[in-house]
């Protein structure tokens, strides 16, 4: 798999995960590469440096290893060839999760397709301390180099785990003792007003269709969130931003956990 952009390659490395090269293309830029060839040295990683006369070659190379032509200007003039991204089974993610502190919150996407969005999400999810993200095997993007770049390190940081069926996973968080809440602007309830002292299933739906019927029937209640412009709903990446830091303002509120469990 290949990881492209700064950012990416210098979380991945700082987090200890494995990077088996990094192709650099020196472009005068100061400060960066010094910093990532200090990483990789104190990781043990091989470096493979192009010169400014050599961008075709590294562009080539790029393309061998499977580099979409399209990324390479996102790339800023460097990638990592990395093992395939592994995903965590759901159960050890939800254990996880329920291990980590009271109010776990797990992210359920349903058919979110576009890696941006889903890099973003990642992003917002490390932000706000997420316990771990649940994608679908059909109908949405999987973890990409793009996704992985857009998330600017929070990959490292919030397992993803992927399921053939998404109201299945999100019944299995239920066993798990999660509340699952799908975010719908159709919902009369808003996200600033519920009780969310619980750990959280928090399901988030594309931005052409929001969340499926047999989505939203598999979760215990729908929220939305509160609008107060003329536009009634977000982007997949922006409702995640907004609904993640009203949880957690909500929960500070609500004081420390108590029994909850189902």
């Not at 939800?94 to 349903?110: H, K, M, Q, T, W």
């Not at 996973?169 to 719908?184: D, R, T």
Request: with cysteine.
């Amino acid at each position: 798999m290949i990881l492209i952009g700064f950012h990416a390659v210098e979380s991945m490395l700082s987090a200890g995960k494995k990077v088996h090269m990094i192709h650099l293309l020196q472009r005068g830029e100061a400060g960066r590469p010094g910093a990532l060839l200090r990483l990789t040295q104190k990781h043990r990683v091989p470096v493979k440096e192009y010169s400014s006369k050599d961008k075709l070659k590294f562009e080539q190379e790029f393309r061998r290893l499977g580099g979409q032509p399209a990324d390479l200007e996102g790339a800023q003039g460097v990638f990592a060839q990395v093992p395939d991204f592994e995903y965590t089974p759901l159960v050890d993610l939800l254990n996880g999760a329920r291990e980590s502190c009271p109010y776990p919150i797990v992210l359920f996407l349903d058919e979110v397709t576009d890696p941006q969005n889903v890099g973003a999400i990642l992003r917002s999810s490390a932000f706000f301390g997420v316990t771990g993200v649940v994608l679908p095997e059909h109908r949405s993007s999987p973890i990409t180099p793009v996704a992985i770049k857009i998330s600017s390190g929070g990959l490292a940081h919030v397992p993803v785990a992927k399921v053939t069926n998404l109201a299945r996973g999100i019944e299995e968080a239920k066993e798990a003792g999660f509340w699952a809440v799908g975010l719908s602007e159709h919902a009369e309830e808003s996200l600033d007003t519920a009780r969310l002292d619980v750990p959280l299933a928090l399901v988030i739906g594309s931005e052409e269709k929001g969340i499926r019927d047999l989505t939203a029937k598999t979760c215990d209640y729908t929220l939305s969130l509160p609008a107060q412009g003329s536009l009634k709903s977000l982007n997949a990446a922006m409702a995640a931003a907004v609904a993640l830091a009203l949880v957690r303002e909500r929960q500070r509120l609500l004081g420390p956990a108590r029994n909850n469990g189902r």
